[in-house]
């Protein structure tokens, strides 16, 4: 059967992830609109896009986002945005009689000092991160659009939270990444300039976990496509989120060295511990997902390969 997919953020490092594996059904037809024809912060206009295609199912994965820096300097952008873009998105599906959607979040929405693994109902136990709370407080309201649309409306919008996300696309900015894409800038320029040292923050003890972006994409389509009895038999409606991760977390020590190993820096790293170490560990419990039958299949060094090879090949584009 044929499908109208509209893959809201196609752009993006998830989105277009997701489209690279929707395409391997040829009986999907995908929906996308470039930002500068569609802003999802507008109400009226992401209606009559909606009422313009004839969609059977909505992957909702844009959204404004950032390292660290940037949700300390840009907290009303990151929370206004963030809600805009869902509430629209979510409420234009619902009355355009879309039945089926899901939403990206993060794991940014569990507690600061959630126990670790985090398993799903730790949501709302204790006091968010500080630096990202509006953005996590963002992702929550998400979660929470759709529980109530589908208690009011018997709507089947779901929503999974992933861990931390690398992969093609990603945001390799000097000063805005994420860990991964930053190291791997840092050590491919450090070996292009033939420097004898690489600094890096912190003791390299806390303890991370990393998802390949494609298997992220994978986990997104087997939940949205879920028998719809299965998926309420393992979730419940006022929870009904589903962790995504890798279930495996390393030190940073462990990654640095493999991100090295793997861009060919083969000279010294020097831990700078007067610097921060952030939070100790940050692992997600993904057992409500392996029950429902997936898992994880890309290893991180294999992951790292693939996306060193992507940032190679891209940067023309990514100095622009």
Not at 54 to 62: E, M, S, W
Request: glycine share 6%; hydrophobic share 40%.
């Amino acid at each position: 059967m044929s499908l109208n997919i509209f893959v809201a953020g196609h752009n993006g490092m998830v989105g277009s992830a997701i489209i690279r594996q929707l395409e391997k059904n040829k009986n999907n037809r995908i929906i996308t609109s470039e930002r500068r024809n569609l802003d999802l912060t507008n109400q009226q206009a992401v209606n009559e896009f909606f009422q313009t295609h004839h969609i059977d199912q909505v992957y909702l994965a844009a959204a404004k986002v950032g390292g660290i820096h940037a949700n300390n300097e840009y907290p009303a952008e990151f929370i206004y945005q963030n809600l805009m873009i869902e509430a629209n998105i979510i409420h234009a599906a619902h009355t355009n009689n879309v039945q089926k959607l899901l939403f990206l979040g993060s794991s940014c929405i569990y507690p600061k000092n959630a126990e670790q693994p985090m398993r799903e109902d730790a949501l709302l136990t204790g006091i968010l991160e500080s630096t990202n709370e509006p953005y996590a407080i963002a992702k929550i309201a998400g979660i929470k659009l759709c529980e109530s649309y589908n208690r009011q409306y018997g709507r089947d919008y779901r929503s999974v939270m992933p861990t931390n996300l690398y992969g093609p696309y990603d945001n390799f900015h000097p000063e805005n990444s994420h860990v991964i894409p930053a190291l791997i800038r840092r050590f491919h320029e450090a070996k292009l300039a033939g420097l004898s040292v690489v600094n890096a923050w912190g003791t390299g003890e806390p303890r991370r976990e990393f998802l390949y972006v494609d298997d992220m994409a994978e986990a997104s389509i087997v939940v949205m496509n879920l028998d719809k009895e299965l998926y309420q038999t393992h979730t419940e409606p006022m929870l009904s989120h589903i962790n995504v991760g890798s279930g495996i977390d390393c030190t940073i020590n462990e990654l640095t060295e493999t991100v090295a190993n793997v861009v060919g820096f083969k000279n010294e790293i020097i831990w700078d511990t007067s610097k921060p170490d952030g939070t100790y560990r940050k692992l997600m419990d993904v057992s409500r997902l392996e029950r429902l039958g997936w898992k994880a299949s890309v290893s991180l060094k294999q992951g790292l390969t693939t996306t060193y090879a992507w940032f190679l090949q891209n940067q023309e584009s990514l100095r622009k």
